[in-house]
């Protein structure tokens, strides 16, 4: 055989190899690969992954919906125009002012009805949660991903992913972004006994991470957490927490923010000397491409105990001298 067809031969058995083993799944060829390449699936390969000839029972029971900011498509199989009636009072209690584009197609050949509907029904919940994103069962097996909507959002559906699920739903996948923010916010107040933080934070083990190093630094009996999850946060955010963090745990009293790239910083330190280190550790410690402001006022210096025991007797015999000397100077005068 020529060196001219002996590539293209290996290619065409390699891609019979392919076809066979998705045929073997029960994935129709033009979804699976429509899912490799992270692309929504077209309405066609939808209906060939749900329909194929043979046993429906082998296949790939394909459903798919996609939230955008003001408009809500359905795509893929339903077992009957009742259930699609169903889905569509779904669709309206969850999201009554998106416009819905409905491209389902009837199709024998779904799992047991009453699992189906549940696991549709769940995904349409975690998806009204979603500032945009999908939801997809295949049979019922759920792929979610997305942007939540708010902090509290991206916390129910967690909460619900991680618990009970409706009966025969599994997960597949899940990528749920907490909110996008700009500028990303952060901010740690010092008050007499307690430290406040409030803002954004990129993630849990980042919640947790800030939680111990407070612990670390401070000794304030009180620490309040009213971090909110987030996404957006600028590159090398950690580590300009970490320095904003130490240098306030220095002050007497005060607040560090971080508003995107920008760290300002305001309070009271015990003296002058402090207040400069403060300043100085802060510049040196903050990544590259964020930028500082201080405003840090000291305490002025009391005299000590010491101080004031050597004073006073000196003023007091200063005080008697001066008194002597004025009884020496001016006689009292008398009547003529």
């Given at each position: 055989?020529?060196?001219?067809?002996?590539?293209?031969?290996?290619?065409?058995?390699?891609?019979?190899?392919?076809?066979?083993?998705?045929?073997?799944?029960?994935?129709h060829a033009a979804f699976a690969l429509d899912l490799v390449a992270g692309e929504e699936p077209s309405s066609t390969n939808l209906q060939f992954a749900a329909a194929s000839d043979g046993d429906a029972s082998h296949k790939t029971y394909v459903w798919a919906a996609t939230r955008s900011s003001d408009s809500l498509r359905l795509r893929g199989s339903v077992p009957s125009e009742d259930d699609r009636r169903t889905i569509l009072g779904m669709v309206k209690a969850h999201f009554p002012d998106l416009?819905?584009?409905?491209?389902?197609?009837?199709?024998?050949?779904?799992?047991?009805?009453?699992q189906w509907l549940g696991a549709m029904s769940f995904s349409l919940k975690q998806l009204s949660h979603l500032k945009h994103g999908s939801a997809r069962?295949?049979?019922?097996?759920?792929?979610?991903?997305?942007?939540?909507?708010?902090?509290?959002?991206?916390?129910?559906i967690k909460k619900a992913?991680?618990?009970?699920?409706?009966?025969?739903?599994?997960?597949?996948?899940?990528?749920?972004?907490?909110?996008?923010?700009?500028?990303?916010?952060?901010?740690?107040?010092?008050?007499?006994?307690?430290?406040?933080?409030?803002?954004?934070?990129?993630s849990e083990d980042a919640r947790k991470h800030v939680r111990e190093l407070s612990r670390q630094l401070f000794t304030r009996p009180g620490l309040g957490d009213k971090l909110q999850l987030a996404s957006g946060a600028p590159k090398g955010w950690d580590n300009a927490v970490d320095a904003a963090l130490r240098a306030l745990s220095q002050l007497e009293s005060g607040k560090v923010s971080l508003s995107g790239l920008a760290v300002t910083i305001d309070g009271v330190?015990?003296?002058?000397?402090?207040?400069?280190?403060?300043?100085?550790?802060?510049?040196?410690?903050?990544?590259?491409?964020?930028?500082?402001?201080?405003?840090?006022?000291?305490?002025?210096?009391?005299?000590?105990?010491?101080?004031?025991?050597?004073?006073i007797p000196r003023i007091n015999d200063l005080a008697r001298s001066e008194s002597e000397l004025t009884k020496f100077q001016l006689p009292l005068l008398e009547h003529q």
């Open positions: 055989m020529s060196e001219l067809w002996r590539k293209p031969l290996l290619l065409c058995l390699m891609s019979c190899l392919v076809l066979a083993a998705l045929a073997g799944f029960g994935i416009q819905v584009e409905d491209r389902l197609k009837v199709v024998a050949g779904s799992p047991p009805k009453e069962l295949l049979n019922v097996g759920l792929k979610l991903s997305g942007e939540a909507l708010s902090a509290n959002d991206y916390a129910e992913l991680s618990g009970p699920l409706p009966t025969g739903l599994s997960i597949i996948s899940e990528s749920i972004r907490p909110p996008f923010v700009d500028p990303f916010v952060f901010v740690a107040t010092l008050g007499e006994n307690s430290l406040s933080l409030s803002g954004s934070v990129p330190a015990r003296d002058e000397r402090t207040a400069t280190t403060v300043s100085y550790q802060l510049k040196r410690d903050m990544p590259e491409l964020f930028s500082t402001s201080e405003s840090i006022r000291w305490k002025t210096a009391a005299p000590s105990t010491d101080t004031i025991e050597q004073i």
